[in-house]
């Protein structure tokens, strides 16, 4: 009860922070499409790409916060644009906090124009949008109010007196972002950087019936691809994101070491670690194995609410599944019945 007690001054106290803010990923680069839709589309190797994320952050309070997201996203049209493309992707976020079950749906279409640069075609630069729409609801029947307090404890079966009926709010919302990548014939293999802008039509979000403005939210992001070996790369990666108030900088160092890369098998592990500026640090582990990625990172926060949740930030999960589709060779095998004689 203490810890509960402190959590909620916490939140009250740095209410400012939290109101209206956007959902994160400590594994933020393998969640293309929250972090910029100039990223849709941006397949190596393959056209099409499922991803999957989950993160529950703050697990040892009560009402943790859980964030979902499912993103399907393809190349195109690269063979009609020599070698330029399009980007086309859906992206589903699910994400829920507090006590009241506060959950935030939300459903966005992506479209990126890429194009690239040069003769040798080592520049790439690509405009993404995307649009789409949330709805907000509060479940307010989850809550707990004074006059139900009886003998010590809160009794549920008692009236609050309170409109107990749900909040809901929908509006539409727009994405915006740019990236520019360069791959030179070096050891360094590639340099990806991108400006994203989100909320661009600032939408309303109030659940009261008032005009409360959901912030323009701001995410620039670098990373590189470095081969140290022949089967040893190093992929630093900066993000850094504005709101409001709030501001979050997150450093990250992946390592990834190749088991085995043959035409029939390839596999490589993945080993990093970073910090969120003043928040916590972070230490990630994954795996590939072909066409899949799956990677697990652990969060230990080292806040002021450490006190509160015994320095444990956040679990989260990345799945990612990448296929070649190639018109007229991959089709549904068609099933002819055999009749019975």
């Keep these: 009860m203490k810890k509960q007690i402190v959590c909620i001054l916490f939140l009250l106290l740095k209410g400012s922070l939290f109101f209206g803010q956007d959902i994160h990923f400590t594994q933020f680069y393998h969640s293309p499409l929250t972090l910029n839709p100039a990223l849709t589309g941006d397949i190596s190797d393959n056209n099409l790409r499922y991803s999957a994320n989950y993160r529950n952050q703050w697990y040892t309070i009560n009402s943790p916060y859980v964030t979902t997201s499912i993103a399907l996203d393809a190349k195109v049209m690269e063979e009609r644009l ?35 640069l040069g003769i040798e075609k080592k520049h790439l630069a690509v405009l993404g949008i995307q649009a789409g729409f949330f709805q907000k609801k509060l479940d307010m029947s989850k809550l707990n109010f004074g006059s139900q307090y009886q003998d010590g404890n809160f009794n549920n079966a008692m009236n609050s007196g309170e409109n107990t009926s749900d909040f809901k709010k929908s509006n539409a919302d727009i994405n915006a972002g740019i990236m520019y990548a360069y791959s030179p014939d070096t050891k360094i293999k590639n340099i990806k950087a991108g400006i994203s802008i989100y909320h661009i039509n600032k939408p309303n979000e109030s659940l009261s019936g008032n005009f409360d403005v959901l912030s323009i939210r701001t995410a620039f992001f670098i990373e590189s691809r470095i081969q140290l070996k022949e089967d040893l790369f190093l992929c630093p990666k900066l993000l850094q994101m504005n709101q409001q108030a709030a501001s979050q ?29 003043s928040d916590a640090s972070i230490f990630m582990a994954g795996m590939k194995y072909n066409q899949w990625m799956f990677a697990l990172s652990y969060d230990v926060n080292n806040s002021e609410l450490a006190q509160v949740t015994n320095s444990q930030g956040a679990i989260e999960l990345s799945l990612i599944y990448h296929e070649l589709v190639i018109p007229g060779k991959n089709k549904i095998p068609h099933i002819v019945p055999c009749p019975r004689m």
């Design 82 to 116: 020599h070698k330029d493309a399009l980007g086309i992707g859906l992206l589903l976020i699910n994400d829920q906090s507090g006590a009241a079950s506060l959950n935030n749906l939300a459903l966005h279409f992506s479209l990126a124009y890429r194009k690239y």
């Design 249 to 277: 900088t997150n450093l990250s160092i992946v390592v990834e070491k190749r088991l085995q890369n043959t035409e029939d098998m390839k596999t490589a592990l993945l080993i990093g670690t970073g910090v969120r500026l």
